[in-house]
């Protein structure tokens, strides 16, 4: 596979603070690769380097075989950026949107209008090209976003978070113009993101967390690497609950808000024994094949997003008052 | 290159012109000085020698061209601040254009949507009974234009600092307000108290507002050659402090 993105031991400070620690990967042409990590992990200062939009305190990044630092001017050229943040003027039409970046890429003069009538066509708003951005929804604005990244054909585009903020109906629309961004026009999509469904669109993962990479690899390998299913017991009495798991199973469970969580094979088989053999004090219990959230949560001990635990245990609350 | 630098220009004038209100509500700033202190002082002021015989309504026009041109320029700059607190900055940074074409770019809108305030206020002040010289207010607009293109410069070097909307309004009125009292927009600069005279000597305003003088209504302090290159002296240092600024700018 052709590398079009090579990085090697790159790094970011901000002052003591160390944004990015020596991260090394490499993406093939025509690839989905995605950057999966909490909010503060390195996503955004990663994307950044790679864009030419800031330095990289040391290491070494090369897209399409330019240095990121030496040559950002021919890196630009072969770049499509789409920031977390709308980056449109909203004061301007959808159509002088993108006019002003086909200038600006030097897109020839004789193919502008055709290919912005294309890429307004592609993501379904030809019919508003004459409207100001600033009457545009959120998910009109990604969308329109993601057609000005068509307009000059990078060979390679970054999508900072690209669904962040979208409704589900919206993120799905979104995922199917990037998917056949890549089938017809080839291109290497390289996206961060901290939603776990969202990370099971790209052929291959890198795990960040404190500016490390902690796992690189498909989705369905990193799944497999858990292999257990994800058991998550409320109790109100964890310890010794805990003590229960690693004497007499030889488990490791992690704390979470209320109650502990611990890997198992066969989990629900596993739950019947425990309360039939050990009858432990429990607010309930919940058994759940793995997911990237899982393979997260064990590669760092920690949940991706600390509302998506608490909502975890809401239910189970929910579920033990009414059987209580 | 140049064809960007039209392109990014021209966005800055389509807004301007889509947003004629502003172009509006920027009459009332010189013409309330024009009413309110013309009119009101007209009959107590004096002008020296040279100016004899001038009205002093018509006297101030100058002045409040200049004006018009200080306050459009320097708050054209806000738009580097708008620009990055709303994303577009970002989009243009990233685009394979010299950072030197996007400040040119701002520069000449700046500088551009100021003068055709300046010029609409030139062509409405007749209206209050102001008289001078149609010629020379033709050839006043250019060196207005190179004034309004340092003015956006500083602003500029302000606005690659601020973070908020309110730190740059705070921070220009700070530095527009010396320069607009202490460049003889509204008085004769003969015969000022010594330490007065050397701030007014300092402000790149005074020459500009010199000049237009000279050429609109005729009495001068400075030879007009001397305002039109220290006017364009300071275009040229402002304008690379500007570029040294956006140069070293973080998004």
Not at chain 1, 196 to 210: K, S
Not at chain 2, 91 to 108: D, S
Not at chain 2, 147 to 152: E, I, T
Request: glycine share 10%.
């Amino acid at each position: 596979m052709n590398a079009v993105i090579e990085v090697e031991d790159l790094a970011k400070k901000y002052g003591d603070v160390e944004a990015v620690r020596g991260i090394g990967f490499s993406v093939g042409a025509g690839e989905i690769f995605g950057f999966l990590g909490p909010n503060g992990a390195g996503k955004t200062t990663t994307i950044k380097i790679l864009c030419t939009l800031l330095q990289p305190t040391s290491g070494r990044a090369r897209l399409a075989g330019l240095d990121v630092a030496t040559s950002p001017g021919d890196v630009r050229r072969r770049i499509g950026v789409i920031f977390q943040d709308p980056a449109l003027d909203d004061r301007l039409t959808a159509e002088e949107n993108l006019m002003l970046h086909a200038v600006a890429y030097r897109v020839p003069r004789g193919e502008r209008t055709g290919r912005i009538t294309e890429a307004l066509r592609f993501v379904d708003l030809h019919e508003r090209a004459k409207d100001l951005t600033r009457t545009f929804s959120g998910g009109m604005k990604r969308r329109l976003e993601i057609a000005r990244g068509l307009i000059h054909r990078p060979e390679i585009l970054f999508l900072d978070e690209p669904t962040t903020g979208l409704d589900p109906q919206t993120r799905a629309r979104t995922w199917e113009v990037l998917r056949a961004l890549r089938r017809d026009f080839g291109t290497t999509l390289f996206l961060t993101t901290h939603y776990m469904d969202e990370a099971e669109n790209c052929d291959r993962i890198a795990v960040i967390d404190h500016g490390k990479i902690v796992a690189l690899d498909t989705p369905a390998a990193l799944k497999q690497r858990v292999g257990k299913d994800l058991v998550t017991a409320r109790s109100d009495n964890p310890n010794e609950l805990a003590r229960l798991l690693s004497e007499k199973y030889g488990i490791t469970s992690t704390p979470v808000d209320g109650g502990l969580s611990f890997l198992v094979e066969q989990g629900d088989a596993f739950i019947v024994k425990l309360l039939t053999a050990d009858r432990p004090t429990l607010g309930g219990i919940s058994v759940r094949r793995p997911t990237l959230d899982d393979v997260f949560l064990s590669l760092t001990g920690r949940q991706i997003r600390e509302e998506g635990a608490e909502g975890q245990f809401a239910r189970l609350r929910a579920i033990a008052r009414r059987r209580g | 290159m140049i064809e960007v630098i039209y392109a990014l220009w021209r966005r800055d004038m389509v807004k301007f012109l889509r947003d004629r209100r502003n172009l509006i509500t920027s009459m009332v700033r010189p013409f309330l000085w024009l009413v309110a202190f013309g009119f009101g002082l007209r009959a107590s002021v004096k002008l020296p020698e040279a100016g004899a015989g001038t009205d002093f309504v018509s006297f101030l026009v100058p002045g409040m061209a200049a004006m018009t041109v200080l306050f459009a320029s320097m708050f054209a700059a806000i738009s580097i601040v708008w620009e990055r607190e709303f994303g577009f900055l970002k989009e243009l940074l990233v685009a394979p254009i010299p950072r030197g074409a996007i400040v040119a770019a701002k520069l000449a809108a700046g500088s551009a949507t100021a003068t055709v305030e300046a010029g609409l206020m030139l062509a409405l002040a007749p209206l209050i009974g102001a008289r001078f010289s149609v010629t020379g207010a033709l050839l006043s607009l250019p060196l207005l234009a190179v004034f309004g293109m340092s003015v956006n410069a500083l602003g500029i070097v302000v606005a690659a600092r601020m973070k908020s909307f309110e730190g740059f309004g705070s921070v220009v009125n700070f530095i527009i307000q010396p320069i607009f009292f202490l460049s003889g927009a509204l008085y004769p600069i003969d015969g000022l108290p010594r330490v007065l005279r050397i701030v007014v000597l300092i402000n790149p305003m005074s020459y500009a507002v010199d000049a237009v003088r000279g050429l609109c209504i005729g009495p001068h302090h400075f030879p007009i050659a001397l305002d039109v290159a220290v006017v364009l002296a300071a275009g040229l240092a402002f304008g690379a402090l500007a570029r040294r600024a956006f140069n070293k700018m973080e998004v």
